[in-house]
Nanobody
């Protein structure tokens, strides 16, 4: 059984910062790419960022490029999403996801998902 647990969400003013964490537990994860997705009310779940197993390859949605940074610490089984210069349109439930192999921006390619953490950006 694999579990992904997100934390770090909350309420922040526009222009502020938050750091989300995703801890995974269960059977050993090797060669696993991790991703962050988000879903706003009434909208489809959308890709935010992804990182390879080694951390050497990352990709971002255009809407967050230059403002968000994804990183990981494999020894600690944790992936982070540093979110800076937050905007009201970043308000959503943020989900952590995992897949074997390379990074992907397609949500259907991810096998494991967390329960999500709410991020609210006030204007």
């Amino acid at each position: 059984q694999v579990q992904l647990v997100e934390s770090g969400g909350g309420l922040v003013q526009a222009g502020g910062s938050l750091r989300l964490s995703c801890a995974h537990s269960g059977r050993t994860f090797n060669n696993v790419a991790m991703g962050w997705f988000r879903q706003a009310p009434g909208k489809e779940r959308e890709f935010v960022a992804a990182i390879s197993w080694s951390g050497g390859s990352t990709r971002y949605a255009d809407s967050v490029k230059g403002r968000f940074t994804i990183s990981r610490v494999n020894a600690g089984n944790t992936v982070y999403l540093q979110m800076d210069s937050l905007k009201p349109e970043d308000t959503a439930v943020y989900y952590c996801a995992a897949r074997y192999g390379t990074t992907s921006s397609q949500r259907y390619e991810y096998n494991y998902w967390g329960q999500g953490t709410q991020v609210t950006v006030a204007s």
